[in-house]
């Protein structure tokens, strides 16, 4: 629509804003909002219609793409929603970070005194004499710098290896309309002025104003540190990006992007603080540090030694050397005593465990197995099924259809207007919506059940765009996991079709759908084939019970569908916060099949044979979840229950229970949270795998935390530690064997080091101590060089060997097992008998000090 430019419709702003550019307000205008919160300023502005007309946007249509406006100007005016990428340190930089180390520092002073005094008695010698003073002094300073170029070179390495998989990680979709259609773009192409759709799960990427909604609740605790959700609307419409929805829907109009919003600000000012260590190398760097300190002890040992035993000779000799003589010797001393401090300070080690993790996480990268890693752990993970959810049976006023292909009979074996309640219900009560993938076809996307259900209606030849927009919503309540349903409540046409008895009174209808058993319990009728609506007694809700557990056998979730007409005093006394969930007429259910993932049993067996314990979490009806996990070889001798079972447990019972524990049903984020703190009470290494905005607590707490690239919310990848471009389990068993991989190149590499080091200290003193001329038989150069190879080549060789399948064929260490041992001994392996595991929470027994 054209831009409505009316007198009386321009916002309260100056002339000289307007006239700077085609938009009536500027970047700097638009930040006051909501940095801080404005409500008396975006009142003076005019309220955000005066927002939308200055933006040159409509609410309902959104933004044309040939509109008279160029994304390209409004880019040119407002910005572009990324982040410019932070300067990668210098080269040279790099090299004075590795030559800022105190001893390369000692050790060059005393190269440069030794080459002053080569340099010196040279030019006190006679033509005749060799002049190879300078040769001691001028080795010293090329092993040094050989030293650092290395380190600077394998830094540099290593920075661009990270900075390739860090630009994959924050690219993502999002929901706008456009054209007046809903669609996903890329987070990148966000522009000021898009009107955006928000939904539980997820991370606003953009600061907005909120239009219309309903229940639109965000947590802004990363982004201002409060702890309470704040409900958004005429008292609070400012969203902020970086802060997360967790409940309701809303559209918001795109007030700022990129490095002019709230989160990009703060990235900003935090850039310099981005390179922080992780547990893994400070663990490490805390072993080097006390190595160090007992090769200082031995140089000051060897030095006091030598500078004694050079001082005692001297004075029994027949005549004293003079003062040259003595700095020549004390030099030479200096020099050696820094040199073992060199040679006993394990450098390598971090270097070789970067070097180890950048090999095989850009290893992994190009299996498309990881995009972002956030802590030095590689682990597995994974979902069981595909995530392409198909509706294959369904049971509609008590007709049934058993195949995917009888569709189109079920709705002659119908009465009309109950066909009619059936698919409004599903089409109106749903956040799903037909956009265009990389192939450009059309499919529907999120959430995956409710996408099963839409392809049922066009299987049946509705059109569910024409049919949402003849539904006026009044109230959503979206999907929650503490009741397992969503609600939508919609203003009833005159005209319109309904089995309530009181029909002429009502003008509201409410849907609802939901776990079988949960809405199903919320009935108190049901809907026959004629339409009719019958009392649900014990003898008929038996038998939805029954189709439940039959659907639920083989492995399919369930959705019941309900429906309940009101009046408008009715409606005037439902709460905004709860959906009335009682006195609903059932009209069927569902049976949704999601198959296993191809590999999915076995790479189970895997995990069995490699000793770790995987236990399934699962929001599905608890036949369901048995059936999936037995279908996937996961249950078989242990337990399973239901979340509310364990939750109403003393914390005695449950952490009885929880060993023997292979699958819980209905569950809910509280109870997976309670799952991951029973384990690691007891001591295990918990790590937690999950798509949802439920799994976020879980994932938080969890020693590591995986979420799914593809089909994860935002909320699940804020929460991880790692997270998979594929979404596929296979990559659980490569992730696995490059973890253990890496914890044995660790291992390898300190042995040998330490080997070497202890070997070369012990031979220099020794030999020092019982020489004649106080000198060691490895040089000064000697030792240098013999470190250099330590460090660089031994890290290249153990950091980049690859993994082999063996590595899976053993049980993995225990949590407190130490770096350095003599030997494997049989404590440092879980002996037990382990169970078998699952689909959101896999718990496993690694080592230490790979944990995040």
């Given at each position: 629509?054209?831009?409505?430019e009316?007198?009386?419709?321009?916002?309260?702003?100056?002339?000289?804003?307007?006239?700077?550019?085609?938009?009536?307000?500027?970047?700097?205008?638009?930040?006051?909002?909501?940095?801080?919160?404005?409500?008396?300023?975006?009142q003076?502005?005019?309220?955000?219609?005066?927002?939308l007309?200055?933006?040159?946007?409509?609410?309902?249509?959104?933004?044309?793409?040939?509109?008279?406006?160029?994304?390209?100007?409004?880019?040119?005016?407002f910005?572009?929603?990324?982040?410019?990428?932070?300067?990668?340190?210098?080269?040279?930089?790099?090299?004075?970070?590795?030559?800022?180390?105190?001893?390369?520092?000692?050790?060059?002073?005393?190269?440069?005194?030794?080459?002053?005094?080569g340099?010196?008695e040279?030019?006190?010698?006679?033509?005749?004499?060799?002049?190879l003073?300078?040769?001691?002094?001028?080795?010293?300073?090329?092993?040094?710098a050989?030293?650092v170029?290395?380190?600077?070179?394998?830094?540099?390495?290593?920075?661009?290896?990270?900075?390739?998989l860090?630009?994959?990680?924050?690219?993502?979709?999002?929901?706008?309309?456009?054209?007046?259609?809903?669609q996903?773009?890329?987070?990148?192409?966000?522009?000021?002025?898009?009107?955006?759709?928000?939904?539980?799960?997820?991370?606003?990427?953009?600061?907005?104003?909120?239009?219309?909604?309903?229940?639109?609740?965000?947590?802004?605790?990363?982004?201002?540190?409060?702890?309470?959700?704040?409900?958004?609307g005429?008292?609070?419409?400012?969203?902020?990006?970086?802060?997360?929805?967790?409940?309701?829907?809303?559209?918001?109009?795109?007030?700022?992007?990129?490095?002019?919003?709230?989160?990009?600000?703060?990235m900003?000012?935090?850039?310099?603080?981005?390179?922080?260590?992780?547990?893994?190398?400070?663990?490490?760097?805390?072993?080097?540090?006390?190595?160090?300190?007992?090769?200082?002890?031995?140089?000051?040992?060897?030095l006091?030694?030598l500078?004694?035993?050079?001082?005692?000779?001297?004075?029994?000799?027949?005549?004293?050397p003079?003062?040259?003589?003595?700095?020549?010797?004390?030099?030479?001393?200096?020099?050696?005593?820094?040199?073992?401090?060199?040679?006993?300070?394990?450098?390598?080690?971090?270097?070789?465990?970067?070097?180890?993790l950048?090999?095989?996480?850009?290893?992994?990268?190009?299996?498309?197995?990881?995009?972002?890693?956030?802590?030095?752990?590689?682990?597995?993970?994974g979902?069981?099924?595909?995530?392409?959810?198909?509706?294959?049976?369904?049971?509609?006023?008590?007709?049934?259809?058993?195949?995917?292909?009888?569709?189109?009979?079920?709705?002659?074996r119908?009465?009309?207007?109950?066909?009619?309640?059936?698919?409004?219900?599903?089409?109106?009560?749903?956040?799903?919506?037909e956009?265009?993938?990389?192939?450009?076809?059309?499919?529907?996307?999120?959430?995956?059940?409710e996408?099963?259900?839409?392809?049922?209606?066009?299987?049946?030849?509705?059109?569910?765009?024409?049919?949402?927009?003849?539904a006026?919503k009044?109230k959503?309540?979206?999907?929650?996991?503490?009741?397992?349903?969503?609600?939508?409540?919609?203003?009833?046409?005159?005209?319109n079709?309904?089995?309530?008895?009181?029909?002429?009174?009502?003008?509201?209808?409410?849907?609802?759908?939901?776990?079988?058993?949960?809405?199903l319990?919320?009935?108190?009728?049901?809907?026959?084939?004629?339409?009719?609506?019958q009392?649900?007694?014990?003898?008929?809700?038996?038998?939805f019970?029954?189709?439940?557990?039959?659907?639920?056998?083989?492995?399919?979730?369930?959705?019941?569908?309900?429906?309940?007409?009101?009046?408008?005093?009715?409606?005037?006394?439902?709460?905004?916060?709860?959906?009335?969930?009682?006195?609903?007429?059932?009209?069927?259910?569902?049976?949704?099949?999601?198959?296993l993932?191809?590999?999915?049993?076995?790479?189970?067996?895997?995990?069995?044979?490699?000793?770790?314990?995987?236990r399934?979490?699962?929001?599905?009806?608890?036949?369901?979840?048995?059936?999936i996990?037995?279908?996937?070889?996961?249950?078989?001798?242990?337990?399973?229950?239901?979340?509310?079972?364990f939750?109403?447990?003393?914390?005695?019972?449950?952490?009885?229970?929880i060993?023997?524990?292979?699958?819980?049903?209905?569950s809910?984020?509280?109870?997976?949270?309670?799952?991951?703190?029973?384990?690691?009470?007891?001591?295990?290494?918990?790590?937690?795998?999950?798509?949802?905005?439920?799994?976020?607590?879980?994932?938080?707490?969890?020693?590591?935390?995986?979420?799914?690239?593809?089909?994860?919310?935002?909320?699940?990848?804020?929460?991880?530690?790692?997270?998979?471009?594929?979404?596929?389990?296979?990559?659980?068993?490569?992730?696995?064997?490059?973890?253990r991989?890496?914890?044995?190149?660790?291992?390898?590499?300190?042995?040998?080091?330490?080997?070497?080091?202890?070997?070369?200290?012990?031979i220099?003193?020794?030999?020092?101590?019982?020489?004649?001329?106080?000198?060691?038989?490895?040089?000064?150069?000697?030792?240098?060089?013999?470190?250099?190879?330590?460090?660089?080549?031994?890290a290249?060789?153990?950091?980049t060997?690859?993994p082999?399948?063996?590595?899976?064929?053993?049980?993995?260490?225990?949590?407190?097992?130490?770096?350095?041992?003599?030997?494997?001994v049989?404590?440092?392996?879980?002996?037990?008998?382990?169970?078998?595991?699952?689909?959101?929470?896999f718990?496993?027994?690694?080592?230490?000090?790979l944990?995040?």
């Amino acid at each position: 629509m054209p831009p409505r430019e009316s007198p009386e419709n321009q916002p309260l702003i100056n002339e000289e804003t307007r006239n700077a550019g085609p938009f009536a307000f500027n970047v700097e205008q638009l930040q006051k909002l909501v940095d801080p919160k404005n409500l008396d300023l975006l009142q003076d502005y005019g309220g955000t219609d005066k927002i939308l007309d200055g933006l040159r946007v409509d609410r309902d249509y959104g933004l044309r793409i040939d509109q008279e406006i160029s994304f390209q100007e409004r880019r040119k005016h407002f910005g572009k929603n990324v982040l410019p990428k932070a300067d990668q340190q210098s080269f040279l930089s790099l090299v004075w970070d590795a030559y800022c180390d105190k001893t390369l520092i000692l050790l060059s002073i005393a190269a440069f005194v030794s080459l002053a005094l080569g340099i010196s008695e040279d030019l006190s010698k006679s033509s005749d004499e060799p002049r190879l003073g300078w040769i001691e002094g001028t080795a010293i300073l090329v092993a040094v710098a050989v030293v650092v170029l290395t380190s600077a070179i394998n830094d540099y390495q290593k920075e661009s290896q990270f900075r390739k998989l860090n630009d994959k990680k924050d690219d993502r979709n999002i929901e706008l309309i456009r054209d007046g259609k809903e669609q996903q773009i890329s987070v990148f192409e966000v522009n000021v002025g898009d009107i955006m759709i928000l939904e539980p799960g997820d991370i606003v990427a953009v600061d907005g104003l909120y239009l219309s909604g309903h229940n639109l609740t965000c947590d802004e605790s990363s982004a201002t540190g409060e702890s309470d959700a704040m409900k958004k609307g005429d008292n609070d419409p400012f969203i902020l990006s970086g802060s997360k929805v967790t409940d309701g829907v809303g559209k918001v109009v795109v007030i700022a992007v990129g490095i002019n919003s709230y989160f990009g600000k703060t990235m900003m000012a935090l850039r310099h603080n981005e390179n922080e260590e992780t547990p893994l190398q400070m663990k490490l760097d805390f072993l080097a540090e006390q190595i160090a300190k007992l090769g200082v002890a031995i140089a000051l040992i060897m030095l006091l030694t030598l500078i004694l035993k050079y001082f005692i000779n001297a004075a029994l000799s027949d005549h004293f050397p003079e003062l040259e003589e003595i700095m020549v010797a004390m030099t030479s001393i200096v020099v050696q005593t820094i040199t073992i401090i060199v040679v006993a300070v394990p450098e390598g080690l971090p270097m070789a465990v970067t070097l180890a993790l950048a090999y095989a996480t850009t290893k992994m990268l190009k299996d498309n197995n990881l995009v972002r890693i956030l802590s030095l752990g590689i682990y597995y993970t994974g979902t069981l099924t595909q995530n392409r959810m198909t509706v294959v049976e369904g049971f509609f006023g008590q007709e049934r259809f058993e195949d995917y292909n009888d569709v189109q009979q079920l709705r002659n074996r119908i009465k009309e207007n109950t066909f009619e309640i059936i698919t409004q219900g599903i089409i109106v009560n749903s956040t799903a919506f037909e956009d265009a993938d990389e192939k450009g076809q059309l499919n529907f996307v999120v959430p995956k059940t409710e996408c099963a259900l839409l392809s049922l209606c066009q299987e049946l030849g509705l059109d569910y765009r024409n049919i949402r927009s003849q539904a006026k919503k009044v109230k959503v309540y979206p999907f929650a996991s503490e009741r397992k349903s969503m609600t939508t409540i919609i203003r009833l046409p005159s005209s319109n079709t309904s089995h309530s008895k009181a029909s002429e009174h009502v003008e509201y209808r409410i849907y609802v759908k939901g776990a079988s058993e949960i809405v199903l319990d919320g009935c108190t009728h049901f809907v026959n084939a004629e339409g009719k609506v019958q009392k649900l007694d014990d003898r008929s809700k038996q038998h939805f019970k029954d189709i439940i557990s039959e659907y639920a056998g083989k492995a399919l979730r369930t959705i019941c569908m309900a429906y309940r007409d009101i009046t408008t005093s009715e409606f005037n006394h439902i709460n905004d916060d709860n959906p009335p969930l009682h006195d609903l007429i059932c009209l069927g259910i569902v049976g949704i099949e999601d198959p296993l993932r191809p590999g999915v049993i076995e790479s189970v067996k895997i995990f069995k044979k490699a000793g770790i314990t995987v236990r399934m979490i699962t929001g599905d009806n608890l036949e369901t979840a048995k059936a999936i996990a037995r279908n996937a070889g996961i249950y078989k001798n242990g337990v399973a229950i239901t979340g509310p079972e364990f939750r109403n447990m003393t914390k005695e019972e449950q952490s009885t229970i929880i060993p023997r524990l292979e699958v819980l049903a209905r569950s809910s984020p509280t109870d997976k949270t309670i799952v991951v703190s029973r384990l690691k009470e007891s001591g295990e290494v918990v790590a937690v795998t999950g798509d949802g905005t439920n799994d976020g607590p879980a994932l938080k707490l969890a020693d590591v935390g995986f979420s799914m690239g593809i089909a994860g919310t935002e909320v699940a990848k804020e929460a991880s530690s790692i997270i998979l471009m594929d979404d596929n389990f296979n990559s659980i068993v490569n992730a696995l064997r490059w973890g253990r991989a890496i914890n044995d190149s660790v291992r390898k590499f300190l042995q040998f080091q330490l080997t070497v080091n202890i070997a070369a200290v012990i031979i220099s003193f020794t030999s020092a101590v019982l020489s004649d001329e106080n000198e060691s038989v490895l040089t000064a150069v000697q030792l240098l060089w013999v470190n250099l190879i330590m460090d660089t080549l031994a890290a290249l060789a153990l950091a980049t060997e690859p993994p082999t399948d063996e590595l899976l064929s053993r049980l993995p260490t225990v949590k407190n097992a130490s770096l350095i041992k003599f030997s494997y001994v049989e404590n440092d392996y879980r002996t037990s008998d382990l169970p078998s595991g699952h689909q959101f929470v896999f718990i496993a027994y690694r080592t230490s000090d790979l944990s995040s």
